[in-house]
């Protein structure tokens, strides 16, 4: 077991951003943490880190307890805040040889963990990490993050702002790096890359909505899914949403996704209604939930919010 | 639309071989494209491949190296005053204050468009109606999230009723219901006139523009429909398509 957590709370001042969580991670996991703004992602990992005290319950990473064992558990893992937070005044090489002298390690050393992601920096090793561009920041601060070899790698958003094909080359690194047996810890409000690890937890408001693997969410989803095309989105989402049986709408690429209750049989008229309502090129067919569509629907029954 | 932007024939943004150098590098490599008037156009592309060079351009922020630029009807580089007037602007760091409350963001931007105190009252009880953030008024806007954050920001650069607005990478980080009535958002607003050029990570929500733009190192790759750029691509997605371009290999 990597992370044992146990009716973890926190509290700051009169906020509560984290109430009664619990769960695990085992080790060599790939685990997403996925959830919006404020919904106490970085809490959770700094409280992991030993960066932060909680308030009440068990933290328990790689067997150590973070707030006695801080200096044994700081060895064990590594850690890439949302925010650069390396030195933008050393060269990219300095920065690499800082780190890893603070660990009591050589670039040396390690070298063939992070030779991937290093070697795409190593051109410009000499240039102040100041000046560096967004991709390049984010691998040095990835190889900063490694160079001790940690046992748990702790990532808080790392792909936010970041065009598509750079995430996805990020995540073919995350696999590389859990192929060499490191757990992985990673928070996203990407849902797609939800989809790439092996298990995930919603969390929302400082609570945790679900733990579960991508398949799971997907599969214990109850509920009825539409997609409707056959018209301008705006208006038809209008339309869907007027049709009284409707759970939620949401565009969703080139179609919408429209919820039923499950069992709801009033779904076979939702055709009927989009024509009446002036779509009469409306096409409605029935689709299986994605994991974001899971994710979205398990938020908004918690905001009870209607689309 | 005013009169200047009718002489334009209807077209809110014409760029003509625009190009942009920085030294030896080129930024921008002789950009050609125009965005009809009410169109919501998404403006696609890697980091670093030149996306805000060419919005800062558009908004007068930056002159171009070479190149004509018209937005709302006017040459930007001989009239940028004109322009910003007629255009709103949104970036993807955030550009409300966080140190005012909701209603102080909405009266200081409301008065740097040179809005009337009666029109920003009015147009700041619509907008908190429609945002449903009554309620929040007299909040400090630090206290918000960052989803509703987003959603006064786009507000806030379309009080002035502009011709245009630019939003830069308005929903990163956001989270996936949010970004939705975000979109919503965008939809309304392009309902009633106002053209939208954005830009996005998010591959799904360049279906939701009526034509999108790929850059990949400064040049424009593709323009068209969603639809068009997918059949020409034989993508089953925007993501595909998007992934062709930039990583032909």
């Known amino acids: 077991m990597m992370i044992s957590v146990h009716e973890l709370s926190k509290g700051y001042g009169d906020i509560q951003a984290l109430e ?64 650069f937070a390396l030195y933008e005044d050393l060269s990219v090489e300095e920065n690499l040889q800082f780190f890893a002298s603070v660990f009591g390690t050589t670039p040396a050393a390690n070298y063939e ?9 190593e051109p410009f090793k000499k240039r102040p990490a100041g000046k560096l561009s967004g991709g390049m920041k984010q691998k040095l601060a990835l190889s900063c993050a490694l160079i001790h070899r940690p046992e748990l790698l702790v990532l808080d958003e790392p792909t936010t702002g970041v065009d598509a094909v750079s995430r996805s080359e990020f995540w073919a690194l995350l696999k590389k ?80 996704h429209v919820r039923f209750n499950r069992d709801d049989e009033a779904a076979e008229h939702l055709v009927d209604h989009l024509k009446s309502s002036g779509f009469s090129g409306a096409v409605v067919r029935p689709i299986a939930p994605n994991i974001e569509d899971c994710f979205m629907a398990l938020m908004a029954t918690e905001n009870d919010l209607k689309g | 639309m005013d009169a200047a932007a009718q002489r334009a ?14 030294g030896s590098f080129t930024a921008n490599d002789r950009l050609n494209f125009s965005v009809a008037s009410g169109e919501i156009f998404g403006f696609l592309g890697a980091n670093g491949a030149g996306k805000t060079t060419a919005i800062k351009i558009l908004c007068g922020l930056s002159a171009p ?39 102080e963001n909405i009266r ?43 959603k006064l920001a786009f507000s806030v650069a379309i009080l002035h009723r502009p011709h245009i607005v630019f939003l830069d990478e308005p ?67 925007m993501n595909e398509v998007f992934l062709k371009l930039t990583r032909p290999n």
């Open chain 1, 20 to 83: 009664g969580l619990s769960f695990e991670v085992q080790g060599g996991e790939l685990f997403g943490v996925l959830g919006p703004d404020g919904a106490g992602k970085s809490t959770l990992f700094r409280i992991l880190l030993s960066l932060l005290l909680p308030g009440s319950g068990t933290v328990r990473v790689g067997g150590l307890d973070p707030v006695r064992d801080l200096h044994a558990l700081r060895k064990k893992v590594g850690y890439m805040p949302g925010k």
């Open chain 1, 113 to 121: 963990l992070i030779k991937e992601v290093y070697q795409q920096i």
């Open chain 1, 177 to 256: 790096l859990k192929a060499h047996g490191i757990t992985i810890l990673v928070a996203t409000p990407y849902m797609d890359e939800a989809a790439l690890c092996d298990r995930v937890a919603l969390m929302q408001k400082g609570r945790l909505l679900t733990v579960a693997s991508p398949g799971e969410v997907v599969r214990d989803f109850e509920g009825l899914f539409y997609g409707v095309s056959g018209g301008h989105p705006y208006g038809l989402i209008q339309a869907c949403r007027a049709f009284e049986p409707v759970v939620s709408v949401f565009p969703f690429g080139e179609e919408l």
């Open chain 2, 9 to 22: 024939g209807g077209a809110a943004i014409r760029v003509e071989d625009l190009v942009k150098r920085f």
């Open chain 2, 65 to 103: 190296t070479s190149g004509r630029v018209e937005v709302a009807g006017y040459d930007v580089a001989r009239y940028p005053e004109q322009v910003k007037r007629r255009i709103g602007y949104m970036s993807q760091h955030f550009s409300l204050y966080n140190d005012l409350t909701v209603y």
């Open chain 2, 108 to 150: 200081l931007f409301g008065a740097i468009y040179g809005l009337s105190l009666s029109v920003i009252r009015e147009r700041s009880d619509q907008l908190l109606r429609r945002l449903d953030l009554k309620e929040q008024r007299n909040r400090l806007l630090g206290t918000l999230s960052l989803g509703w954050k987003q």
């Open chain 2, 171 to 237: 929903t990163s980080g956001v989270d996936p219901i949010t970004r939705r009535q975000f979109w919503e958002q965008i939809y309304q607003a392009a309902n009633e006139g106002i053209t939208v050029f954005v830009t996005t990570h998010y591959l799904d929500e360049a279906e939701y523009c009526q034509r999108v733009s790929i850059m990949v190192e400064g040049r424009i790759a593709a323009l068209d429909t969603p639809k068009a750029l997918k059949e020409q691509g034989r993508s089953e997605s």
